[in-house]
């Protein structure tokens, strides 16, 4: 988009970003199967191993999560690169490469996920204690508690991957200041749509063993998709940033 073009671009609202992503998985179909398919056969495998440990904590245990980590963060990364830079196919080797790129999402994902647990302790605790005289429901109103404080800020500074995943320095402070006034949307869009949907499913198909399987498929699926959610968010509160912050005459 040109800079003289910036200043006709929409707010950013929730039916739009959807409805802009959907456009792009029904256009994209075959890009998106061809660029994904070995990333998430390869997670697919991991997460059948993982299914069937059994609660097994030995050595397949952390190579099964270390495996999984890879292979989801680079899913993750060539989600966000085709997304907003329309990254090419590429052979199977490419698609399995670990880049510098990799190693920064990983790290801040872990800084992300140890400020999570900074948040999540005290106020865990806080409300365990004022709910303590309610059994077997005070755990779970502090549970529900906690977790809107955690999905609000996870949403608002997960805004930093896609800039990582196309080489942009990024932090925490510049993810939180784009996503100023649209936190709660982004709380819908990141945490609490993709969540209400691993919920549904799960519950619709992990009561039966063989449908874990399809439960494995499906959670790709939406895992995709809320990559590429973030991706289009990204692109947009970028754009707005860059309107807000051009002088205005008069």
């Not at 040109?2 to 929409?10: G, Q, T, V």
């Not at 609490?192 to 039966?208: A, W």
């Not at 998709?225 to 947009?236: D, G, I, K, P, Q």
Request: proline share 3%; net charge positive.
């Amino acid at each position: 988009m040109d800079d003289e073009n910036l200043e006709r671009i929409e707010p950013f609202s929730v039916k739009l970003v959807l409805s802009e992503t959907l456009a792009f998985c029904s256009v994209n179909k075959a890009y998106l199967f061809d660029s994904l398919k070995y990333l998430c056969l390869g997670v697919l495998v991991i997460d059948l191993f993982n299914l069937f440990r059994f609660g097994s904590f030995g050595l397949d245990f952390f190579v099964g999560g270390i495996l999984a980590i890879y292979l989801k963060t680079l899913l993750a990364v060539k989600c966000h690169r085709m997304f907003l830079l329309n990254d090419p196919v590429g052979a199977i080797k490419d698609n399995f490469l670990w880049k510098k790129r990799d190693t920064e999402f990983v790290v801040y994902g872990l800084m992300l996920g140890l400020l999570m647990f900074i948040i999540f302790f005290p106020i865990m605790t806080f409300f365990s204690i004022q709910t303590s005289g309610l059994e077997t429901i005070g755990p779970g109103i502090a549970y529900k508690s906690v977790m809107i404080p955690i999905g609000y800020t996870w949403a608002r500074l997960s805004l930093m991957f896609p800039a990582i995943a196309i080489d942009k320095k990024e932090d925490f402070s510049n993810a939180w200041m784009i996503s100023k006034g649209n936190g709660w949307k982004l709380f819908f869009l990141i945490y609490l749509l993709p969540g209400g949907f691993r919920l549904l499913s799960g519950t619709l198909l992990s009561s039966f063993f063989i449908f874990n399987w399809i439960l494995s498929v499906v959670g790709n699926v939406i895992f995709i998709f809320e990559v590429l959610v973030l991706s289009n968010s990204y692109r947009h509160l970028s754009r707005i940033k860059k309107v807000s912050a051009v002088p205005q005459e008069g």
